[in-house]
């Protein structure tokens, strides 16, 4: 079966540092790649995706993700973090066969911390 | 635009209650839906998914159940609630590019 792994449950940052979450995925054919993040308070929402061509994706916020195929991989980076980016940090990987019916699955989230 | 509602925001319900959470989705049609639990440290789990009136997918057994009585409502009902039903539900719908859209989610506790 196909699973999704983000290797870090939590981080603590401090702002202006460097982020880099992990994320790797299971699944040998063609996918549609995804990372959403939820703000204290507010709906889970789309911070960027992949579905093809350039691998290096940008997002909002700064935030930016690199679809690396041959190690099954989207990290997710940002270079200098501000304290409004504490939030929890979800890849989400959606494989691309004719019954997937749009399904994602997602990894278990990161919960980043950035302080002031 | 499009808009998705949840109801209730929180529930707290005692174990063997019955229980039934709606979302609406506004702004498109025959949108595919989508109901997930969220709970601490385990990500996003799909527990059901809708492709049109009536037609709902299973992906977890459990003593959860979806209906989708029109084409814009989802519904999510138990008829006896587990302490292990407790966690944070979504819904979501699809949009064109794949890209799903979540709602503001219900906290349900059961005890």
């Known amino acids: 079966a196909q699973s999704v792994s983000q290797h870090n449950h939590h981080v603590i940052l401090s702002e202006a540092a460097s982020l880099e979450l992990g994320c790797n995925y299971s699944?040998?054919?063609?996918?549609?790649l995804f990372w959403y993040v939820q703000y204290p308070g507010q709906h889970l929402q789309l911070l960027l995706k992949?579905?093809?061509?350039?691998?290096l994706v940008k997002g909002i916020k700064g935030f930016e993700a690199e679809f690396i195929k041959s190690k099954f991989s989207f990290n997710l980076r940002k270079p200098s973090v501000q304290w409004s980016d504490t939030a929890e940090y979800f890849c989400?990987?959606?494989?691309?066969?004719?019954?997937?019916?749009?399904?994602?699955?997602f990894g278990a989230g990161t919960q980043v911390v950035v302080t002031p | 635009s499009q808009t998705i509602h949840q109801w209730p925001a929180t529930l707290v319900q005692p174990v063997g209650s019955p229980l039934s959470l709606e979302c609406t989705v506004e702004?498109?049609?025959?949108?595919?839906l989508y109901w997930y639990r969220q709970a601490a440290g385990r990500g996003l789990q799909l527990l059901f998914y809708s492709v049109g009136i009536g037609q709902i997918s299973s992906e977890v057994p459990q003593n959860l159940s979806a209906s989708r009585p029109q084409d814009r409502q989802f519904i999510l009902s138990s008829k006896k609630l587990l302490l292990s039903d407790s966690g944070f539900y979504l819904c979501?719908?699809?949009?064109?590019?794949?890209?799903?859209?979540f709602g503001p989610g219900t906290r349900l506790t059961v005890l």
């Open positions: 989400a990987v959606k494989t691309l066969t004719t019954d997937s019916w749009g399904k994602l699955q």
């Open positions: 702004g498109t049609s025959n949108p595919n």
């Open positions: 699944y040998g054919g063609t996918v549609n």
């Open positions: 992949y579905f093809s061509g350039d691998p």
């Open positions: 979501a719908w699809r949009g064109k590019t794949d890209t799903q859209y």
